[in-house]
């Protein structure tokens, strides 16, 4: 059965920062696609950070653009999102997306909340 378990969530002041993981129980790991994503209350899911199956393949929201960095570890099957002077806006839950050209598999979302 297909997992993907996000950790690392929680509560942290302006300015502060939180580190994400996603661990996935996914066969050929390489091979799929890792996104982040994040959904606010009242708001639609939106796209945070993607990378593909290079390591160096990256993308951002414009909102996120130097604050947060996705790396994947293909030798854990884990894909992470270091978050760094995170902001009020930022509060949301966060969710892992795995694809491929015929599968999509995601997690169950970890919740950021950044409050003072």
């Known amino acids: 059965q297909v997992q993907l378990v996000e950790s690392g969530g929680g509560l942290v002041q302006p300015g502060g920062s939180l580190s994400l993981s996603c661990a996935a129980s996914?066969?050929?790991?390489?091979?799929?696609?890792l996104t982040w994503y994040r959904q606010a209350p009242g708001k639609e899911r939106e796209l945070v950070a993607h990378i593909g199956t290079a390591e160096d393949a990256t993308t951002y929201a414009d909102s996120v653009k130097g604050r947060f960095t996705i790396s994947r570890d293909n030798t854990r099957n884990t894909v992470s999102l270091q978050m760094n002077s995170l902001k009020l806006e930022d509060t949301a839950v966060y969710y892992c997306?795995?694809?491929?050209?015929?599968?999509?598999?995601w997690g169950q979302g970890t919740q950021v909340t950044v409050s003072s």
């Open positions: 996914l066969f050929r790991f390489s091979t799929f696609v």
């Open positions: 997306n795995a694809r491929t050209m015929t599968e999509s598999y």
